[in-house]
T-cell receptor, first 114, second 118 residues
Framework: NAGVTQTPKFQVLKTGQSMTLQCAQD?????MYWYRQDPGMGLRLIYY???????DKGEVPNGYNVSRLNKREFSLRLESAAPSQTSVYFC?????????????FGSGTRLTVV | AQKITQTQPGMFVQEKEAVTLDCTYD???????LFWYKQPSSGEMIFLIY??????QNATEGRYSLNFQKARKSANLVISASQLGDSAMYFC???????????????FGRGTQLTVWP
């Protein structure tokens, strides 16, 4: 099915470990996003990419890095995981202006840092 | 300041009744879009409905309608004839251009947990 694919779905890390969350979309969307969801906080934007080769910070970028590898793929890296990064991470994509067709979200990655 | 405010942490409605989920937003930009998403317990984000700031009519999608009151900066979701499967978390979100770019960043509210009872 067309859409946004995130891997892995679940991950447990020890404090200080690093990992990369992968995201790929097959809808030929220009824009891609990484959000985190914490209880009672809604979704908050970590990083976004307007097009291949460009990335920019969102509301909560500290502790994360991203790479827009090509038009399809947008990865999120935690260099040194902290318990405060325990969260559910969503990748999303949209057409350039994110208009009426909305945004397509991946199924999420549940990350626990112990 | 919060760009999207959802003041109802939880709502309860009986099956077949209508329910309104509140959402207010804050922006000084004349061009923006408003979205509602549903998140069931399985966790995925499901797009429900969209309203553009220049749309004259309220958006409708099946049992969902968006009560758009621009002057009050309000974008309430109305679900008619509630079903048990409507039990979920509902998020209001806003897209606005930033600094001339129409990148389309989405800002989310904190959500409303809707419970439909038989």
């Amino acid at each position: 099915n067309a859409g946004v694919t995130q891997t892995p779905k679940f991950q447990v890390l020890k404090t200080g470990q690093s990992m990369t969350l992968q995201c790929a979309q097959d809808m030929n969307h220009n824009s891609m996003y990484w959000y985190r969801q914490d209880p009672g906080m809604g979704l908050r934007l970590i990083y976004y990419s307007a097009s291949e080769g460009t990335t920019d910070k969102g509301e909560v970028p500290n502790g994360y890095n991203v790479s827009r590898l090509n038009k399809r793929e947008f990865s999120l890296r935690l260099e040194s995981a902290a318990p405060s990064q325990t969260s559910v991470y969503f990748c999303a994509s949209s057409e350039a202006h994110g208009g009426a067709n909305g945004y397509t979200f991946g199924s999420g990655t549940r990350l626990t840092v112990v | 300041a919060q760009k999207i405010t959802q003041t109802q942490p939880g709502m309860f409605v009986q099956e077949k009744e209508a329910v309104t989920l509140d959402c207010t937003y804050d922006t000084s930009d004349p061009s923006y879009g408003l979205f509602w998403y549903k998140q069931p317990s399985s966790g995925e984000m499901i797009f429900l409905i969209y309203q553009g700031s220049y749309d004259q009519q309220n958006a409708t999608e099946g049992r969902y309608s968006l009560n758009f009151q621009k002057a009050r900066k309000s974008a309430n979701l109305v679900i008619s004839a509630s079903q048990l499967g409507d039990s979920a978390m509902y998020f209001c979100a806003m897209r606005e251009p930033r600094g001339g770019s129409t990148l389309g960043r989405l800002y989310f509210g904190r959500g409303t947990q809707l419970t439909v009872w038989p």
